[in-house]
């Protein structure tokens, strides 16, 4: 069951106590419901009939699971014409909806959703707007780039890299950086992007001390492989206490016929059984 809630700044549309107020917090919920089915025409017509309405502090939940504010369901479902309605309408464009929500972490933003799903069209909205931190961390510390990388939303993805001040290099709270969540994917397209940009790290590891290399060995995915070893600077003897990297990531290697490029790179070879 969805439900709208907020706090004292919009106390008005939750109390129920006359038959005026029982028919505005109606309005909330059938706003709640156009922002989800993009239904731009009924979203516009709430809007009107809730001037007064602070868009910034109404929520919306699911089984107790969070509360995505009204910017925030619009930008994940994909509706960016009525985010810029919402946004006309004085919705921040860096609000923090709390709690948890379809397993993501408290905190989340209207960018970081659209860029979660792949909404280029949302995320051009939202960076249009002046103030909006391109760089805003949900609560373990993931970004709109990040999360744009592991779904391989390559579009979006280009749209970040353009926008003024993306930290390219930014990592979540376990040191995971976007490009290594692109390398462990797979996404060539996005590799490509991130590797064209100044200042890329890519030989920066996680806490556990794996590399975007050591990744995407280790998940089979040669053609990022071979994208990372022509970089110049990129680390394939990165080693832990144990042994090295990249040998730990390369088993999924030794089953594709085609890896002659990585085993004539002077690592592979050398590496033991």
């Not at 397209?189 to 990744?215: C, F, H, R, S, W």
């Amino acid at each position: 069951m969805s439900t709208a809630n907020g706090n004292d700044d919009n106390k008005d549309l939750l109390a129920t106590s006359t038959k005026e107020d029982a028919q505005r917090l109606s309005i909330v919920d059938q706003l709640f419901a156009a922002c989800k089915s993009g239904d731009v025409n009924n979203a516009s017509r709430l809007l009107a009939a809730l001037p007064e309405v602070n868009l910034n502090t109404i929520k919306w939940s699911k089984d107790d699971e969070g509360a995505l504010t009204l910017l925030t369901h619009a930008a994940r479902k994909g509706h960016a014409e009525i985010c810029q309605m919402l946004l006309d309408k004085g919705a921040e464009v860096n609000q923090r909806s709390e709690g948890t929500y379809c397993f993501t972490s408290v905190g989340t933003s209207p960018l970081i959703n659209a860029c979660r799903y792949g909404h280029s069209k949302v995320v051009n909205v939202l960076l249009a707007v002046g103030g909006i931190d391109v760089n805003y961390r949900k609560g373990d510390g993931a970004t709109g780039l990040i999360a744009s990388c592991r779904r391989g939303h390559s579009k979006v993805v280009e749209l970040l890299l353009a926008a003024d001040g993306i930290q390219v290099n930014q990592a979540n709270d376990e040191e995971v950086t976007p490009l290594y969540i692109a390398s462990q994917g797979g996404h060539s397209k996005v590799v490509e992007l991130l590797l064209a940009v100044d200042g890329i790290q890519v030989n920066k590891a996680t806490d556990e001390e794996a590399t975007p290399l050591y990744m995407a060995c280790q998940n089979g995915h040669l053609k990022v492989v071979k994208m990372l070893l022509a970089v110049d600077g990129i680390q394939v003897n990165l080693t832990d206490n144990e042994e090295t990297i990249t040998t730990r990531g390369c088993i999924k290697l030794r089953s594709i016929k085609s890896s002659s490029n990585v085993i004539n790179s002077g690592w592979y070879s050398s590496q033991p059984s």
